[in-house]
């Protein structure tokens, strides 16, 4: 049987985290190819359906990335992106399909190694873990 | 818009080994001719190279293509590139769509050609998914009316009108005092030339008052500011009558006052105990007794509980009137206690350098064990715990004088409020970056500048003055602010008035009337916060529709096989 | 005038028709009589177990709806129609009512809310099959109905009837699920708290124990005296502490079932929580009734929840952002397991969801006009 | 009379300036020294007091200018000769030869890995790392393209060989243009003050003695440890830092002047080191401590406060070495007690003297405009003209007319593109 491979869905904003996704490979930094990245212009545009829409899809993990607290392109945008987020955080812990499968990062332009990183550290985590028990692939 | 066959064309880059080192470039070109909506893939050497655009603008003809989709390097550098070449073909520029399959793929999975390659191809399926549903565009373009209003005629609102009346453009400058000039009205001698402060202020009035262009309300009072950048409608107040006009831009010239230091070292108490503003006066009236020595204290006030800031250009104004002293009386005893000096800069480093060669003493004095001030007999008596040396001194003098910060006063309180541009925890105009936005709020087309936005020489003041002008001239002179498309628009129908999307806005672009929500898109910036708030579909970003995120999200979990 | 006090409607048909002196009736006739507000929302009984929501301005037509209903399970708060208006109003209809002020449904200026202290409701269908199998009585001839001291009596022509709500609860009977854990049974949210709770055995049945909350409680009191619907004393110290010490009897009742509800959900490992959810989540036939009976919803056919997501979802989408967007709101009324076909027990998963949610940012909806933390602009430190 | 406007410097100033000309619908030409636009802005990690990301909020503006349509940017160039008057200005570019074709080169770096010779001090990164002789500048550079540094260069050819868009010419000749310009816009910055002539503090002979430009390289996460404060000496991280202040400035036998800025870095570095490592131990020794901007002295409060950073006023009389740890250590007068004492530390960052940048002289003479003494830009009018040069329609912005931060060069900078504006409109008319 093939090896589990995860599935992980990435929002990635137009001025941060995207450009240290970018960073990441202009540094050629390797990391597996598990992660798909939507790009959005702030971290405030992610609604929060779109991270339980990946889920249901059968996303395995689901990040959540943008600028620094502080640093948001948007003046304070991703203040927002924060506190929504905690709900997010709330509703996978109660669903139990494991709270690790979220992540919220904020990335800067120069964190292509954070980058790099977070989908390292995922993947092998989320390779332990087995695939979400919320994929629609999964029987129960 | 009418119902069109989407007609796709791909395109996919080897740039060079870059991509295709390690990923199967021309599998995904098979690949890509058998998603739904594509009928053209290709791949070139190098997309961005000259055959690369034109092979773009040949398809677009020739395949009758109405979404084009390259798949290359990130949108961050190349997006400007492509999405002209796209418009030279008769192609509106928002059914351009970038997959990057370089930074995200093939340069961080250089040893994996296979997974690589099933990314790329999962890639080019979401960027399908997403162009089939991309919507052509029109960027806003609003005109802007040629002129601004300054608000404030101190030196910096001087400056700024001054300046862009130069430039052609009609300004109205606000004051609400009967007279121009601010703050430097009322002081003496200017560091570094000696002038007298009115005296050299006189020319910069006069052209100003002058001018053909500008129209001065003296004694006026804002009342109302409406609209947005390029159409502001302002109403004034003069002697009870309202005045109207329109502008495009807006500078806040509000300048600050100085803090009256009550309770203080004695001030208010002791005749004799006077802040630097009332000693510049006394100068300036030629009042100023003869004093054997004189104590200045800094940061009265500051760099504490009531102020927490430095004010920047106190230390200075100290050691210059301290310089004027000894000047009419050479054999004046003048010590200045201070909590550091701020001499920034190369000639305040000069001038502290000079005044501790003509005998003016510095003593350093902690926070902890501030001064204290009394009175023996008919002297003042001023003790200070000299921290360079330990020990405590005792110092007789005639004339106390307090170094006090400069503050924000109730009129720019009150601007702030009229013009919903924030105040700072100093309670100075807050600007829209620190860094790289100092003159700028974040509301296009306002501007500030002066010690409305901190304290400030005069020089500083009309750096930020110039600054401000170059700011305010820009839309002017362009005549008009054309929007990127990626702004929020609303389906009123659809749209339950709660209203939670309003204050979700960093903008302020959204409003409530009567129960509808009414967006000004020339304040939006296109962050899409709105948008992920709203709990109905009432609200949409353009060119980040939910409906196109949706699909990306969708087709990475349905691989499509034909 | 705010306070506590004891009022009767002054006209005897509105007291006897009234469970408890008729204050409320008379009261809500007052406003309209007085032109206080233009309309009165209450609910016209058509038999024990149905009841619709009428909106009227004939103050003779709102006395003769008088009487209390526990086999009536509707929320008021979307009823209410624009204007100024009074009704009365339990726990989570004001609470209903205040989540719709904060989604600009209404101005909660004027609506007048005429609270009703609540010790809970009965589902009518539920209620029917109890008269038959427990009271051995024909639900058609049951005629009224009260709660006191722990009973259930029915009224018939023949008489009464009472039995233990404990001993009918063990059975499955008696009030709703969502009433029985409910902890807010004063509804200190409204205008005025009415009620028995707390009236001397002599007073009882008589007269209304009424708390005025807020200036437009105030004015409703002092206009339903002022024009003589009503008149009152002020209540004693006594009175005060009994109706207290009823509050926390039915509080620790209701903590005692939250305990006995929740905690086979609470002791779930994670994986057997999901197949909780899933079991149950997954019987929606998207009817959409939940969201329509919802009092807090007011998105409308736009709603975010209606965007399709695929058959093959394991929970339908449907169902996972109301959950999201009731987690800061849900005011744990019980409407959507009232209604839904499919018998999923939507109110105990909400308030799973929820309760994680308002207790750890110590949020309360349906209280006050704050707003609900998931549409606050502030950065939350580290909640 | 034309209206074109030439800025020298690519600095954030430069920068500033010349996107605030070209949005009103002015020509710019933007003339950088170096290969890549972005100047010392572009090498800082953090900035104070908001600890934004430097190269973050950059290179937006970097973008933003290279690929705005009415600029010009003219990188590795050098302005070499000026006639004429304000308004009609020609002016002689030397474009220096980079070996590479800028409209080929795509940035992709294939060469660089193919370089054999990879041994030469990385002048971006501070010498900190290596580079070959074919190079991009650094990660975020703009315009993103190599460069080949030719005195190293041995023409091997690899280069040529794996460049697949065939963008290297060895043989490159230097070119020179000339353009028309209506107004001159001067922001050639800084360069850091070379302590190695301060022997008492031992830099060049005590590998734990930095300067606070190689610090900041060092803390930055695109920099050439990734972000990890790895001291020269062992490559291991420091228990301790200490920030020495005012060295080569506030100093007759140097530079007089204060250079404004290094008591608000020198307290945002410590501030970095005390968040990535918590433990660290944080001293900044200085003369007055200088917080005057906005927010500066709620940072130091802040500093002092919560991440427990040590201010002593004082200045160190001279730096020593422990020949075993190579830690440094610093003697002091202690101003409490008055005595002399010692204070051994892990590594010492010296917060040097910023200077008019090198070639200044030069510059200035070929402009026909005057220096101060202490070789900054003289200003006609410093009090209601302060942008103005001793030259009508040459204006000078940024550090190169004297100390100042970030926000203070960019005020500036959009207040020189005004007074460009206008004389070129009072010329006009």
Redesign the interface.
């Known amino acids: 049987m093939k090896e589990f491979d995860p599935k992980i869905v990435a929002f990635c904003c137009n001025w941060c985290s995207y450009a240290g996704a970018d960073l990441a490979g202009v540094s050629r930094m390797q990391y597996p190819p598990n992660v798909r990245i939507i790009k959005v212009m702030c971290s405030g545009r992610i609604?929060?359906?779109f991270v339980?829409?990946s889920f249901?899809?059968g996303a395995d993990a689901v990040l959540v990335t943008g600028c620094h607290?502080g640093d948001c392109h948007y003046i304070?945008a991703n203040?927002?992106t924060?506190?929504?987020f905690?709900?997010?955080k709330?509703?996978i812990?109660?669903?139990?399909?494991?709270e690790e499968r979220l992540r919220l990062e904020w990335i800067s332009a120069t964190e292509g190694e954070k980058f790099a990183d977070m989908v390292k550290e995922t993947v092998e985590k989320i390779k332990k873990m087995g695939p979400s028990?919320?994929?629609?692939k999964v029987m129960? | 818009m009418e119902e069109k066959e989407i007609r796709i064309g791909v395109f996919i880059c080897h740039c060079g080994t870059n991509i295709g080192g390690s990923v199967d470039v021309p599998a995904v070109v098979e690949y890509a001719k058998h998603l739904p909506n594509v009928v053209h893939a290709e791949r070139n050497l190098y997309t961005c190279a000259d055959d690369g655009l034109t092979a773009i603008k040949n398809a677009i003809k020739q395949h009758k293509l109405n979404r084009v989709i390259v798949a290359s390097c990130t949108p961050r550098t190349h997006e400007p590139l492509f999405r002209s070449t796209c418009e030279e073909a008769g192609l509106n520029k928002y059914l351009f769509e970038f997959v990057n399959i370089r930074e995200h793929c093939s340069w961080v999975h250089m040893k994996d050609t296979e997974g690589a390659t099933e990314k790329t191809k999962e890639l080019v399926r979401m960027g399908v998914a997403r162009a089939t549903l991309l919507e052509p565009q029109e960027e806003m373009k609003i005109d802007v009316e040629q002129s601004a209003m300054v608000i404030g005629g101190g030196i910096a609102g001087i400056t700024a009108a001054k300046t862009l009346a130069n430039q052609g453009f009609d300004v109205y400058l606000v004051e609400k005092e009967a007279v121009l000039g601010g703050m430097l009205r009322n002081l003496y001698r200017l560091f570094p030339t000696g002038e007298d402060s009115l005296d050299s202020l006189q020319p910069s009035i006069a052209a100003v008052e002058g001018h053909e262009k500008i129209k001065v309300f003296s004694s006026c009072e804002l009342k109302e500011v409406k609209g947005y950048i390029g159409n502001f409608d302002v109403t004034l107040l003069r002697e009870g009558k309202e005045v109207n006009f329109k502008v495009g831009t807006i500078i806040v010239a509000t300048g600050a006052m100085e803090f009256e230091p009550k309770g203080h070292y004695g001030y208010g108490k002791y005749d004799h105990v006077i802040t630097q503003m009332q000693l510049e006066k006394l100068l300036k009236d030629g009042q100023l007794k003869k004093s054997d020595s004189v104590v200045m204290i800094q940061c009265v006030g500051a760099k504490g509980e009531e102020v927490s800031y430095c004010s920047r250009i106190c230390c200075m104004v100290a050691i210059k009137n301290a310089m004027l002293i000894k000047e009419i009386n050479p054999d004046a005893d003048i010590h200045i206690l201070h909590n550091d000096i701020q001499a920034y800069g190369a000639e305040y480093e000069e001038l502290y350098n000079k005044a501790r060669e003509m005998g003016i003493r510095f003593i350093k004095y902690t926070p902890e064990s501030p001064p204290c001030v009394t009175m023996d007999g008919e002297k003042l008596k001023v003790e200070v715990y000299n921290e360079l040396f330990g020990e405590q001194f005792m110092l007789g003098t005639d004339l106390v004088v307090l170094s006090t910060p400069l503050v924000q006063h109730q009129g720019g309180v009150e601007i702030s409020k009229l013009l919903r541009v924030p105040l700072g925890k100093d309670k100075f105009f807050f600007e829209a970056h620190v860094k790289l936005r100092p003159v700028d709020f974040a509301t296009d087309g306002i501007f500030l500048c002066g010690t409305a936005h901190g304290p400030a020489e005069v020089a500083e003041s009309v750096s930020q003055a110039l600054a401000a002008a170059s700011g305010a001239g820009i839309p002017l002179s362009r005549g008009f602010v054309q929007i990127e498309a990626i702004s929020v628009k609303v389906?009123l129908?659809?749209c339950?008035?709660?209203?939670?999307c309003v204050?979700?806005c960093p903008y302020q672009a959204l409003d409530?009337v009567d129960?509808k929500l009414e967006i000004i898109e020339a304040l939006c910036k296109g962050c899409g916060t709105c948008v992920a708030?709203?709990?109905?579909?009432?609200l949409e970003q353009r060119h980040y529709q939910?409906n196109q995120i949706?699909s990306q999200i969708?087709s990475i979990f349905h691989p499509v096989i034909e | 005038m705010k306070g506590c006090f004891i009022a009767w409607a002054t006209d005897d048909a509105t007291r006897k028709r009234g469970g408890s002196g008729g204050f409320v009736s008379a009261a809500l006739a007052a406003a309209l009589d007085n032109n206080l507000v233009d309309n009165v929302l209450v609910l016209k009984k058509t038999s024990p177990y149905k009841a619709t929501p009428i909106v009227t301005n004939d103050p003779k037509e709102v006395l003769e709806c008088a009487g209390s209903l526990h086999f009536v399970s509707v929320n008021m708060a979307k009823y209410v129609p624009p204007g100024r208006v009074a009704l009365p109003a339990k726990p989570c209809d004001a609470m209903g009512v205040i989540e719709r002020a904060?989604?600009?449904?209404l101005d909660l200026d004027e609506v007048y809310m005429l609270g009703l202290n609540c010790g809970g409701s009965l589902h009518p269908k539920k209620a029917k099959k109890m008269v038959e199998e427990m009271y051995n009585l024909d639900p058609d001839n049951v005629i009224g109905e009260d709660i006191l001291k722990g009973e259930l009596i029915l009224k018939t022509a023949d008489g009464e009837k009472a039995l233990k709500i404990d001993d009918l609860e063990e059975k499955g009977y008696g009030r709703r699920e969502s009433c029985r854990y409910c902890e807010t049974n004063i509804p200190r949210m409204a205008d005025l708290a009415c009620g028995n709770w707390g009236l001397p055995v002599d007073k009882l049945g008589k007269t209304t124990f009424v708390e005025v909350i807020t200036n437009k409680g105030e004015e409703i009191f002092k206009n339903a005296v002022d024009t003589g619907y009503v008149e009152f004393e002020p209540a004693s110290d006594k009175a005060i502490e009994l109706r207290d010490k009823i509050d926390n009897v039915m509080k620790g009742l209701a903590e005692k079932w939250h305990k006995r509800l929740f905690e086979p959900i609470e002791k779930?490992?994670?994986?057997?929580?999901?197949?909780f959810?899933?079991d149950a989540l997954n019987r929606c036939i998207g009817c959409g009734a939940c969201r329509k009976a919802c009092p807090v919803c007011?998105?409308?056919?736009?709603?975010?929840c209606l965007?399709e997501?695929?058959s093959?979802?394991?929970?339908p989408?449907f169902l996972?952002?109301r959950?999201?967007?009731l987690?800061?709101s849900c005011i744990g009324c019980g409407r959507c397991e009232d209604v839904c076909p499919a018998g999923i027990p939507l109110t105990l998963i909400h308030r799973?969801?929820a309760e994680?949610?308002q207790n750890?940012?110590g949020y309360v909806p349906g209280i006050n006009l704050d707003?609900?933390?998931?549409?606050?602009?502030?950065?939350?430190e580290d909640? | 009379m034309v209206d074109d406007v030439l800025v020298i410097g690519g600095g954030v100033a430069g920068i500033q300036a010349s996107i605030d000309l070209a949005g009103r619908g002015l020509k710019v030409y933007l003339v950088e020294r170096f290969p890549s636009i972005g100047g010392k802005m572009a090498q800082l990690d953090k900035t104070f007091p908001t600890g934004d990301c430097s190269i973050c909020i950059l290179a937006p503006k970097m973008m933003e200018c290279f690929s705005h349509e009415n600029i010009d940017v003219l990188t590795h160039a050098e302005v070499k000769g000026v006639s004429g008057n304000a308004g009609d200005f020609r002016v002689k570019i030397l474009k220096k030869p980079r070996y590479v074709d800028e409209e080929k080169c795509t940035g992709c770096g294939d060469c660089v890995s193919a370089c054999p010779y990879i041994n030469l001090p990385d002048e971006f990164d501070m010498a900190l790392r290596s580079r070959g002789n074919i190079f991009i500048p650094f990660l975020q550079a703009v315009p993103r393209v190599v460069m080949v540094d030719r005195e190293h260069c041995v023409k091997c050819g690899n280069c040529q060989v794996i460049c697949d868009a065939g963008a290297i010419d060895l043989y490159q000749k230097p070119e020179e243009i000339e353009i028309h310009v209506g107004a001159i816009i001067v922001a050639c910055g800084f360069d850091s003050f070379d302590p190695s002539g301060i022997k008492e503090y031992g830099y060049g002979r005590y590998k734990n003695v930095i300067t606070a430009l190689e610090y900041e390289r060092l803390v930055c996460a695109s920099g050439p440890t990734g972000g990890h404060l790895d001291r020269p000496s062992d490559k291991k991280t420091p228990n301790s830092i200490a920030f020495i202040q005012c060295v080569g400035s506030r100093d007759v036998n140097h530079n007089p002047y204060c250079s404004s800025v290094c008591c608000m870095h020198a307290t945002k570095e410590a501030i970095l080191a005390k968040e990535h490592y918590p433990s660290m131990e944080n001293y900044i020794f200085y003369t007055d401590m200088r917080a005057f901007g906005k927010g500066f002295q709620e940072y130091v409060d802040r500093a002092k406060n919560e991440y427990e950073v040590r201010y002593i006023r004082s200045k160190p009389g001279e730096i020593t070495e422990d020949k075993e740890t190579k830690n440094p250590v610093i003697w002091y007068d202690d101003t409490v007690t008055r005595q002399v004492k010692r204070l051994e530390v892990g590594l010492v960052v010296l917060c040097t003297a910023l200077v008019p940048s090198k070639g200044i002289k030069e510059l200035a003479d070929v402009l026909g405009v005057e220096l101060d003494k202490n070789r900054f830009f003289k200003i006609a009018d410093p009090l209601y003209a302060p942008l103005d040069s001793s030259r009508e329609g040459i204006l000078v912005c940024g550090y190169c007319q004297g100390p100042k931060d970030i926000p203070e060069a960019v005020t500036q900078a959009k207040g020189a593109a005004a007074r460009a504006a206008e004389v070129l409109a009072c010329l006009g008319a």
């Open positions: 609604d929060p359906l339980l829409m249901l899809e607290i304070d203040h927002k924060k506190n929504r905690e709900f997010l709330e509703m812990a109660e669903l139990g399909i494991g028990p919320l994929s629609p129960q | 389906d129908e659809a339950i008035g709660c209203g939670f204050e979700m409530m129960g708030t709203c709990p109905t579909g009432a939910n949706i969708k | 904060k989604r600009g449904q779930l490992s994670d994986s057997e929580r999901l197949a959810y899933v007011t998105c409308g056919d736009s709603a975010k965007i997501g695929d093959n979802y394991k929970i989408l996972m952002v959950l999201l967007h987690m800061d799973r969801f994680r949610m750890k940012l707003k609900p933390p998931y549409f606050e602009g502030e950065l939350r909640s």
